[in-house]
T-cell receptor
């Protein structure tokens, strides 16, 4: 049971380049999330998905796109990277949202630097 | 005003000390309160959760919720160097009909000195 895995672990981009971050979970969770974590800002929700084929915007969606073609995978894309997108990106999944015993399971993170 | 406020620290304590970590919040719709622990260069992991007001104990950890004051706490007894991490509070609740919100604090960095 790998839980939540993220690929890649590190990446350096130049301004304007594009990339895709991959998240995979093997817990059969319905909900998946992408967060970014910056010093002093905490975890901020970028996009989330409540099931295969569905996506929705979170708190800071601008400059990012997502896709959930398969239940176990959630992709985060940066079409034209900007230095403001330098951050640590975390993927998380949960069985459902708003349930009292709901827990979000996090991946190990991807450290992205945009020069 | 931020919806959730958490002192970023760092908080340094000697081994064996009692640690108190706190968050305040402004939205009375929050019903579920969680504490996550995040080790350096790792993802957060759930430590404890409580529903509504009251206390919950798990080993050396006690979570406390005071909804009337909109204040939550995590106490760590007999703190160990292995407790050194960032602790994030989180809370969730039904904000509008069919809409839930799950929000994290910014985290408090704790260092327990041997």
């Amino acid at each position: 049971n790998a839980g939540v895995t993220q690929t890649p672990k590190f990446r350096v981009l130049k301004t304007g380049q594009s990339m895709t971050l991959l998240c995979a979970q093997d817990m059969n969770h319905e909900y998946m999330y992408w967060y970014r974590q910056d010093p002093g800002m905490g975890l901020r929700l970028i996009h989330y998905s409540v099931g295969e084929g569905t996506t929705a915007k979170g708190e800071v969606p601008d400059g990012y796109n997502v896709s959930r073609l398969k239940k176990q995978n959630f992709l985060l894309g940066l079409e034209s990277a900007a230095p403001s997108q330098t951050s640590v990106y975390f993927c998380a999944s949960s069985y459902s949202a708003g349930v009292s015993t709901d827990t979000q399971y996090f991946g190990p993170g991807t450290r992205l630097t945009v020069l | 005003q931020k919806e959730v406020e958490q002192d970023p620290g760092p908080l340094s304590v000697p081994e064996g000390a009692i640690v108190s970590l706190n968050c305040t919040y402004s939205n009375s719709a929050f019903q579920y309160f969680m504490w996550y622990r995040q080790y350096s260069r790792k993802g957060p992991e759930l430590l404890m959760y409580t529903y509504s007001s009251g206390n919950k104990e798990d080993g050396r950890f006690t979570a406390q919720v005071d909804k009337s004051s909109k204040y939550i706490s995590l106490f760590i007894r007999d703190s160990q160097p292995s407790d050194s991490a960032t602790y994030l509070c989180a809370m969730s609740g039904k904000i509008t009909s069919g809409t839930y919100k799950y929000i994290f604090g910014t985290g408090t960095r704790l260092k327990v000195l041997a």
